[in-house]
């Protein structure tokens, strides 16, 4: 599902995770774990609450807790350095403040924070994992004392999409363009424009593969089942519309779908399965 949780799992020892990528690219997704990223070569955009910014080499950006973002490597052989780690160590911190820019100075050497967490990660001393939780509490004491902040916002846009994101979990068989932009409180133009920037599909786009992932579901679950009744079941008015959507989405018709076929392009997965990372990305070293 486009703009789905993510959840990370860390080692038994660490709240802590760091890795490096080879042309960064993703789906628009959000976790309850912050991320701070590190451009160490290329060029990068990042897309993080419906705004667009470009990294440089030397640049480095912090996701905050439950902000959907995602990535796109705009030149071949970028190399992205990431940190991921658990919000409740920069919690007491940052209280009820948040970041106005997100893109932050580039005298605060992200760069070398992540260097230095490899080398705990890597070397595993006594004490290792909280020594790598102070070296991030260190950076953004410093990250804190040369940036402005501003306070949380109770209610946000973002959150608004994210329960129009869950609605559409739980009712894609019947839900319509006309109840999502209603529900975003929003006309139809700029519900348009807002959707297709915030996760880089229009409204029907995500919905027709949110009806199909089900459908590929329930024809694994009901091998029997007519695909007429697949069909319906799944929200779509005619089997001709069904077939068409299927064939674009899967490559094969309903019929010659091999058994062990998943809708992994677009990564419609629960909560903990969900992995927001494109094929074309690789993971070059994690720790």
Known sequence: MIAKREVWKYSAKTDVWIGKYLNSRNLPHWHLDCELLALE??????????????????????VDSEQVHYMQAKQADTVLRVIIFNYGIVQKLFGDKVLVCPQ???????????DELKRELVYKKPYYDEAAKNLIVRFFIETLRNSRTEQKKEKTT???LKALLD????????????????????DEAYFCRYFK?????TFS????????????KLMKQRQNLPITDVAFACGFGSIRHFNKTFKEL??????ALPSNFTLTEYAFHTDN????????????EQY
Do not use: W
């Not at 070569?41 to 912090?62: Q, W």
């Not at 992995?275 to 070059?284: G, I, K, Q």
């Open 273 to 284: 399965e969900f992995n927001p990372t494109l094929a074309d990305c690789v993971l070059l």
């Open 197 to 201: 920037k915030a996760t880089g599909m």
């Open 167 to 186: 609605k559409i979990e739980n009712e894609f068989d019947t839900v319509t363009f006309s109840d999502a932009y209603k529900f975003m409180a929003m």
């Open 158 to 160: 973002t959150g608004q």
């Open 104 to 114: 932050l100075n580039t005298d605060l050497c992200a760069d070398v924070l992540y």
């Open 250 to 255: 899967t490559g094969y018709a309903p019929k």
């Open 41 to 62: 070569k290329g060029r990068l955009d990042v897309v993080c609450e419906n705004k667009t910014y470009t990294l440089e080499p030397g640049d480095a950006f912090f």
């Open 205 to 216: 786009q995500y919905l027709n593969h949110r009806k199909i992932d089900n459908a590929v």
